[in-house]
Each structure stands twice: as structure tokens, then as C-alpha cells.
């Protein structure tokens, strides 16, 4: 079992920045596969960016791509989403999850999940 926890999520201009942490407790993160989903109200979660099990292969969505970048620290057992150049339609409650094997841009196959951080992007 691997319990993920966000945090960093908050208020931000256009143009701004904010960087999100998932710490995971449990078994490692090293063992995992690492993603950040998002949902934006009466929308579907879609897929922002994964990272593999050692932090050495990423992935982005095209929207975000050039703009976040996610990193993973597994003495720390944390991941990060560095988001830059934020647009209004960042605006969403970002996730963290976790899976065993490659990383995925399907939400399906992930097996565990945070609780989901609020940002929150403004004009």
C-alpha cells in the first residue's frame, strides 16, 4: 500500500508559478511509477505528466508541455510539479498517483491516489 498526500496547491496569477509536492508513505516510491492528473470542474481527469520508477523518463501532455516539469526525489519519497508560465485553464484540482511498472497517461491504471490539491489560476 502506498498513501499519497499533495500539497502547494493555492491562488496564482497568470503568468505565475507554483511548484506541488506528493509525499508518499508506505512502501517506497522508488518502486513506482509517478503521474499528475487533473480536473477541472465537469470535466473528465485528464492526464498532465508521469514520471518512471527512477526519474530518469518523463512524459508531458502537450498543454503543459515546456511550461511543467515534474521530478522525483526518492530519498525523499516525493514528487514534484514545478508549473510555469500558468494560464487560466491550469485552473484545476491536481493529483498525484502511483503505479506499478511504466508510467501511464491512463488514469485507469494507476492504483493509488492522493486527495488532491486546488489551484487555482487568475486573470
Do not use: H
Amino acid at each position: 500500500q502506498v498513501q499519497l498526500l499533495e500539497s502547494g496547491g493555492g491562488l496564482v496569477q497568470a503568468g505565475g508559478s507554483l511548484r506541488l509536492s506528493c509525499a508518499a508513505s508506505g512502501r517506497s516510491s522508488s518502486d513506482y511509477a509517478m503521474g499528475w492528473f487533473r480536473q477541472a470542474p465537469g470535466k473528465e481527469r485528464e492526464f498532465v505528466t508521469t514520471i518512471n520508477w527512477s526519474g530518469v523518463i518523463t512524459y508531458y501532455a502537450d498543454s503543459v508541455k515546456d511550461r511543467f516539469t515534474i521530478s522525483k526525489d526518492n530519498a525523499k519519497d516525493t514528487v514534484y510539479l514545478q508549473m510555469n508560465s500558468l494560464k487560466l485553464e491550469d485552473t484545476a484540482v491536481y493529483y498525484c498517483a502511483a503505479r506499478r511498472g511504466r508510467g501511464s497517461t491512463v488514469f485507469r491504471e494507476y492504483d493509488y491516489w492522493g486527495q488532491g490539491t486546488q489551484v487555482t489560476v487568475s486573470s
